[in-house]
């Protein structure tokens, strides 16, 4: 087993998984000494190209932003989103997701669904295709995005789909605005880490979109947390230029060349 998901395994009832989100290399590097785990979400979607949903974002897409954030990426684990329709079937899976592992050299494949999805994870697993799966709400599919675990069916049967996924082999598992009391049965249930957003603290580990926790993302969503104002401080230095620019204070004599 890759000894990143040894660690990360390890992690489940010791220590919290640091999971962020990432799109290009020099945001990726600053998260790689501070995390477990980085994803290139599909949410690239949303974040960079303002796509009303990630049904949008293309297999070529994803395989680019990922080559640039691995660049950055030195010790974390590095897992990509097989985007939409790219994992309808068993034989698509596989291809799909052996040429995002060949082309982005990342560790892992995060794919959406539970109990519908089994078969393409087993096929992964099976060819050695480290998987993550992803339950709650479904950006890809959902029409509705309100919190999972409202009604008893529910929850049950998101309760028996983050088993059938453990069963099938993948190694951790995204809850995405699953109800508090859900999130720690789940939790509990399975062996594997559950890593959560919008899921409470009782998950075994945490992922955010980074462009969320920087405040770049202007993000309104309950479950955000603005860490850091960053607008803030690329405007600062945005001023500055504008302001120097103008008064021919920059460039000075020793950013420029001469004979
Ligand atoms: O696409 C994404 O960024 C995700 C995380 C929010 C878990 O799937």
């Known amino acids: 087993m890759n000894k990143k998901i040894k660690k990360i395994l390890n992690k489940k009832n010791k220590s919290k998984i640091i999971c962020l989100t990432a799109y290009s290399k020099n945001v990726a590097s600053i998260l790689d000494k501070h995390c477990d785990l980085v ?44 985007p939409y329709n790219t994992y309808r079937n068993p034989s698509e899976a596989l291809k799909n997701s052996k040429l995002v592992m060949k082309e982005t050299k990342c560790d892992a494949v995060k794919l959406e669904g539970g109990k519908k999805i089994i078969p393409m994870v087993e096929r992964l697993v099976k060819n050695k ?73 009782n998950c075994d580990g945490q992922v955010l979109v980074i462009d969320d926790l920087t405040g770049l993302s202007q993000s ?12 803030k401080l690329i405007e600062i230095g945005v001023k500055k230029y504008k302001s120097e620019v103008l008064n021919k204070q920059f460039p000075k004599a020793k950013h420029s060349f001469s004979k």
């Open 39 to 82: 994803l290139v979400g599909d949410s690239l979607g949303s974040v960079l190209y303002n796509f009303n949903s990630t049904k949008q974002v293309t297999l070529e897409t994803m395989i680019n932003h990922s080559k640039s954030v691995r660049l950055g990426i030195k010790k974390s684990l590095m897992v990509v989103d097989m």
């Open 129 to 201: 295709i480290p998987v993550m799966g992803h339950v709650g709400i479904l950006p890809q599919t959902d029409k509705k995005f309100t919190f999972k675990g409202k009604k008893l069916r529910e929850s049950k049967r998101l309760l028996n789909d983050t088993k059938l996924l453990e069963n099938a082999g993948v190694f951790s598992i995204v809850l995405e605005c699953v109800e508090t009391n859900l999130s720690k049965k789940i939790s509990n249930h399975i062996n594997i880490p559950t890593i959560g957003i919008g899921s409470s603290v």
């Open 220 to 231: 309104k969503l309950k479950f955000v947390k603005k860490f850091v104002d960053i607008t």
